[in-house]
């Protein structure tokens, strides 16, 4: 799984599969609901991180559904694979305005929904106009509408199983400069505030109310504190970087640390944004 996760850390999957149409990703998930066999679906890895002993059962990757489309009434469409690289460029490139806050949110379009990922001023919960999702028992995807879906901080709350399949934007017309220069802000900025050019999956923990993670993990001193080859970064304290030869058990030791100390310090109880799969060895 150190290949299809961005700290680069993780055990062996029993099964990966890639389908490559919504067809076959309909009868993998019949597949597994008729057995039922353990699976986990996997976007870009950006906020995932795998046990050392990997996955028992199956892996779902979605690379292959990666197709983007702009509709003639001003929406994106993006299939859930579609990276957050390429769905950015061809909104500069075709001059549409929206996603911009978006374009150094690393993942896929499948991620980016399930997290509502966003920034503090703007989430996909604001530009999302619909989804569709499957179901391990439907063979057609289902379309929720915006006023259907129940976003939450870094989360959606879908039925249970449910795969998302592609999005649809709502963005609006502009000078394809302009869309360039507003993105490029946001990736500076990115590039002052973020370990962005290391080895990590993200934010280890939701901003509590009011506050920052990020902010409280600083104030315990734990900035650069180290796990073996895992690493609170020194330049955003909720990142936690692989600085080679990391295992799983390190980062999460770490993020215990950070957990325990926060929690001891200032009495506040940190929740993971991270997702956390897989098994001990
Ligand atoms: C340097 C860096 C900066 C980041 N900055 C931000 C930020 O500013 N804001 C922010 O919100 N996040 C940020 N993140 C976290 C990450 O980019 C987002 O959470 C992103 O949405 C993850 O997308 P992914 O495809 O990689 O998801 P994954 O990590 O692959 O998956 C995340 C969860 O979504 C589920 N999932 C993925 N695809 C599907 C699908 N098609 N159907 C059903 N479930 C699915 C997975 O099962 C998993 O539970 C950052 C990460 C990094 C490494």
Aim: aromatic share 4%.
């Amino acid at each position: 799984m150190a290949r299809l996760t961005s700290l680069r850390i993780g055990g062996l999957a029993d099964v990966v599969v890639r389908p490559e149409s919504r067809e076959e990703l309909a009868a993998v998930l019949a597949l597994v609901e008729a057995r039922p066999l353990p699976h986990y679906v996997v976007g870009g890895g950006f906020n995932t991180i795998v046990r050392d002993g990997g996955i028992r059962g199956l892996v779902v990757h979605l690379g292959a559904l990666r197709a983007v489309r702009f509709t003639g009434d001003g929406s994106v469409e993006a299939e859930a694979g579609a990276t957050h690289a390429t769905v950015t460029r061809l909104c500069a490139e075709h001059g549409r305005a929206g996603l911009e806050f978006a374009v150094g949110i690393p993942g896929t379009v499948g991620g980016w929904i399930v997290m509502n990922a966003g920034i503090v001023e703007r989430e996909m919960k604001d530009v999302v106009e619909s989804i569709e999702v499957l179901l391990p028992e439907g063979r057609n995807p289902l379309q929720l509408s915006r006023d259907e879906l129940r976003f939450r901080y870094r989360a959606l709350d879908l039925p249970r199983g449910a795969v998302v399949v592609s999005a649809r934007f709502r963005t609006s017309p502009d000078d394809p400069a302009e869309v360039q220069e507003r993105m490029r802000a946001h990736l500076e900025h990115r590039r002052r505030t973020q370990p962005v050019d290391r080895l990590t999956c993200g934010s280890v923990f939701k901003n509590p109310e009011g506050d920052h993670a990020g902010r409280l993990i600083e104030a315990a001193g734990l900035k650069g504190a180290r796990v073996g080859d895992a690493e609170i970064s020194t330049v955003h304290a909720n990142f936690i970087v692989n600085r080679g030869r990391a295992a799983a058990s390190d980062v999460l030791r770490l993020i215990e640390r950070a957990h325990s100390e926060v929690l001891r310090r200032f009495g506040v109880d940190l929740e993971p944004e991270v997702h956390v799969l897989g098994e001990e060895p």
